[in-house]
């Protein structure tokens, strides 16, 4: 079974450029998150999907932050524009259970 | 606010002697917690789990143990194998919330 894929697994900008990253989930799996990882710490949440519809997106900062999930499979996550506090690693995962989730490699997002 | 704690950064242990990695939770809520593992340029892989009607379960060199009334777990690894260096990751969750926190991660070096 294939895992979670994201692309690109590396990329760098300048500030003030949009930026976008790519999720496809594991087959079946009806629940996708975006997380945001900063260096020395822990994943957190930006946005979890049920199928195609965005039921926690508390914490995504949405003056410069967008998801969408068309379909209810794969999912991009975009950032307009992009400052230099958001170099991160941006992850994805899924699951079909609402306990373990699976993740992808993620996107190491640098900003100059 | 920082809901799951891992206190230790970094534990160096000898080849087939036992790692224990800790955790603090601060939510009394929280009824699901998972131990991720993490290798460089990887996301977290799922290690193992325990739900809180449970105090201890074990999977092959791994176990868990849940102090509900501490608010503490722990992972033992026995015995440690140099394989077994990377990130290991705590995570929480509430059933009635797919919310799950993670700690910043304890960094394990296992030496041959």
């Known amino acids: 079974e294939a895992g979670v894929v994201q692309s690109p697994r590396y990329k760098i900008i300048e500030k003030k450029q949009p930026v976008a990253f790519w999720c496809n989930p594991i087959?079946?799996?009806?629940?996708l998150y975006w997380y945001r990882q900063n260096l020395g710490q822990g994943p957190e949440l930006l946005i979890r999907y049920e199928n195609e519809e965005a039921v926690d997106d508390s914490q995504l900062p949405k003056d410069r932050f967008s998801a969408e999930r068309l379909k209810g499979v794969d999912s991009t996550l975009k950032i307009q524009p992009a400052e230099l506090g958001d170099s991160a690693v941006y992850l994805c995962?899924?699951?079909?259970?609402?306990?373990?989730?699976?993740f992808g490699p993620g996107t190491r997002l640098t900003v100059t | 606010d920082q809901q799951v704690k891992q206190n230790s950064p970094s534990l160096s242990v000898q080849e087939g002697r036992i790692s224990i990695l800790n955790c603090d939770y601060t939510n009394s809520m929280f009824d699901y917690f998972l131990w991720y593992k993490k290798y460089p340029a990887e996301g977290p892989t799922f290690l193992i789990s325990?739900?809180?009607?449970?105090d201890k379960n074990e999977d092959g060199r791994f176990t868990v143990f849940l102090n509900k009334s501490a608010k503490h777990l722990s992972l033992h690894i026995v015995p440690s194998q140099p394989g077994d260096s990377a990130v290991y990751f705590c995570a929480a969750s509430a059933i009635d919330n797919n919310d799950m926190r993670f700690g910043a991660g304890t960094r394990l070096t296992v030496k041959p």
């Open positions: 087959s079946g799996h009806n629940t």
């Open positions: 995962a899924s699951s079909n259970t609402g306990y373990e989730q699976y």
């Open positions: 325990i739900s809180s009607i449970k």
